[in-house]
Nanobody, 118 residues
Framework: EVQLVESGGGLVQPGGSLRLSCAAS????????MSWVRQPPGKGPEWVSA????????YYADSVKGRFTISRDSAKNVLYLQMNNLKPEDTAVYYC???????????WGQGTQVTVSS
């Protein structure tokens, strides 16, 4: 059974950092392109970042470029999102999912809440 479990969210002050993790089971991360998608309160989903199956290409939304870094640990089968210089507008539930631009037909985790507030 394919399962994605996010962790690492929380409350952080503006300018702070968090690292989100997405533990995969039931498949090998390196066989899929993977993404992070977020949903701010009261808004629709927003694609944030992706990494290709080879792990050598990464992609970012303009809103997070230069502040967020996507990576993965193949040995641990875990996907990460390092988030630096967080802003209040980064407040959202963050999901990991398979595919470069995930759809409802892809595998999704349950999400982890990130709140940026002073």
């Amino acid at each position: 059974e394919v399962q994605l479990v996010e962790s690492g969210g929380g409350l952080v002050q503006p300018g702070g950092s968090l690292r989100l993790s997405c533990a995969a089971s039931g498949f090998i991360l390196g066989t899929y392109d993977m993404s992070w998608v977020r949903q701010p309160p009261g808004k629709g989903p927003e694609w944030v970042s992706a990494i290709n199956s080879g792990g050598d290409s990464t992609y970012y939304a303009d809103s997070v470029k230069g502040r967020f870094t996507i990576s993965r640990d193949s040995a641990k089968n875990v996907l990460y999102l390092q988030m630096n210089n967080l802003k209040p507008e980064d407040t959202a539930v963050y999901y990991c999912a398979t595919n470069k631009v995930p759809s409802v037909d892809d595998y999704w985790g349950q999400g982890t809440q990130v709140t940026v507030s002073s």
